[in-house]
């Protein structure tokens, strides 16, 4: 049992005692806005329950076999998608309950596409899961022992805005790119623009439209102080979007019909309930990778995963909180200890379910600005995705188009708190700089912490004020050097 948790079992019988167990009152808000807020966060993240067998049930491992069993056309979808929803679901009201955070889980974009091309390939499916469990426990202990909290604090007030507001444009971009009004540039184009306005430059495809009628609706009921506005949006804009692809036939996006769907399809489903199949869960083996790649390449490969989840983790709580008003002084949210036991006992039981390394998302955000401030909103959300198991046809009826316009508005939410730096004070200004722009740019969290952080250490050294950094940013500049170089590393040892 974790210090300090009670060992009482809430009740969600009589408002007061719920009241009490999440604190609901006492951050200044209600039942219904908890609620709200959970259903918001479901609602822009359950594109992960798709998502994650897209990235996962194509790729095969060295031996050709494919993660669910079946010859890889598709058919070991549906086991992927189960066992995402579920432990999505129970890490997700872990959460909630045990850290009474506004925080949901599932699994992480970037890892899984990760452990899928560069580490499956090189052992069997069942090894490459091992590496997973492994890094969650290597994290596990660093939280038990105190060392990830104390790496925490001993990084600058400022520049943990600067993380904040740098995931704030960070998310804003995800739904940019989501909704297809911002698309990457295909390497074929003779042009040096990477990315642009829609597929042509301008915008084109109904689906876009649809993405630019729910960001005006939100964006309007937002500024009219409307009440539920996010969620008001989510629905009035999947419902829009159900009637234009009932009457367009558009069909999911692609190289072939670039004016298609994104993601999802909305239309509605002949099944509203299907059995699932938790075909995935304890398929891992934890020592086979060391005798498939080596000792010092499964290592590193344990290294790369550790450091991406470490200060994702960190970033994330730290801009859900700072977004929800829960940060003390030193910039820390509530109970950190059992947030970060969370998030690691996720990336351990993410692993153990053969769905990859379940992390804390960023989309959380989304439920924030509805409002939410307690874990009730993250017993939520884990509800919804434990529904989604048997569900999953009634999650495909909400494309990413209609979902994403909340995170451009959180995006815009968190940017605010970028008065916090002080812009004139070169040795946190430019390492802050660095921190926020570098996240979208690179489209990943960890690039640009570990940016922030070298400029940091090195701006001091060059100003002869190394006895300004705390020890700890020492070893987590090392680290983030060796993270940089991990390629090239690998490539040497191998």
Do not use: C
């Not at 359950?46 to 031996?63: E, R, S, T």
């Not at 600067?162 to 971009?173: D, K, N, Y």
């Not at 995935?280 to 020592?287: K, N």
């Not at 995705?385 to 995006?411: M, R």
Request: aromatic fraction near 8%; charge should be negative.
């Amino acid at each position: 049992m974790l210090p300090g948790v009670s060992t009482q079992t809430p009740t969600l019988t009589g408002g007061t005692r719920l009241d009490r167990w999440f604190q609901i009152t006492r951050r200044g808000s209600t039942v219904g806005r908890e609620v709200r807020g959970g259903v918001v966060t479901f609602f822009t993240m359950a594109y992960i329950v798709v998502l994650n067998p897209l990235i996962l049930g194509f790729a095969a491992d060295k031996d050709g076999n494919f993660l669910g069993g079946g010859p890889g056309d598709g058919s070991n979808l549906a086991v992927i998608a189960a066992g995402t929803a579920l432990v999505a679901g129970v890490m997700t009201i872990l959460m909630g309950v045990v850290a009474n955070y506004p925080l949901a889980l599932a699994t992480g974009l970037g890892l899984n596409a990760f452990v899928a091309f560069s580490i499956a390939s090189q052992m069997t499916w069942a090894d490459a899961m091992g590496l997973v469990v492994i890094e969650g426990l290597v994290i596990l202990v660093l939280v038990l022992t105190g060392f990830r909290q104390a790496v925490f604090h001993a990084v600058p007030a400022q520049l943990k805005i600067a993380i904040s507001v740098g995931i704030g444009l960070f998310i804003a971009l995800i739904g940019f790119v989501d909704a297809g009004f911002v698309k990457r540039i295909p390497d074929a184009a003779n042009t040096t623009v990477p990315v642009q306005l829609g597929s042509t430059g301008q915008l084109s495809g109904w689906p876009v439209l649809v993405f630019a009628v729910g960001l005006v609706l939100v964006v309007a009921l937002w500024a009219r102080k409307v009440r539920g506005a996010i969620l008001i949006s989510i629905l009035l804009t999947s419902a829009i979007a159900v009637a234009v692809e009932a009457v367009g036939g558009f069909g999911a996006g692609g190289a072939d019909s670039p004016k298609g769907w994104s993601l999802t399809v909305p239309s509605l489903p002949d099944d509203v309930i299907s059995t699932p199949d938790f075909g995935t869960l304890g398929q891992f083996s934890l020592l086979g990778s060391f005798s498939e790649v080596g000792v010092v390449a499964a290592l590193l490969l344990v290294f790369t995963l550790m450091l991406a989840d470490f200060f994702d983790t960190m970033g994330t709580m730290t801009a859900i909180g700072a977004e929800a008003g829960l940060l003390n002084d030193d910039g820390a949210p509530p109970h950190t200890e059992r947030i970060l036991v969370v998030d690691s006992l996720a990336a351990v039981v993410g692993g153990a379910a053969g769905v990859s390394s379940n992390t804390s998302y960023i989309e959380s955000a989304s439920g924030v600005g509805e409002g939410a401030r307690t874990g009730l909103a993250s017993v939520v959300t884990g509800v919804l995705f434990l529904l989604t198991i048997f569900l999953a046809p009634l999650v495909a009826v909400i494309p990413s188009e209609a979902a994403v316009p909340a995170l451009v508005l959180v995006g815009f939410l968190m940017m605010q708190q970028v008065s916090g730096i002080d812009w004139t004070d070169v040795e946190i200004a430019l390492p802050a700089f660095l921190t926020i722009v570098l996240m979208p740019f690179t489209y990943s969290i960890t690039v640009g912490i570990g940016a922030g952080f070298l400029s940091y250490v090195l701006i001091k050294v060059v100003l002869g004020k190394l006895a300004e950094v705390h020890p700890l940013m020492w070893v987590v500049a090392t680290l983030f050097v060796v993270y940089f170089a991990i390629n090239p590393l690998t490539a040497w040892l191998s």
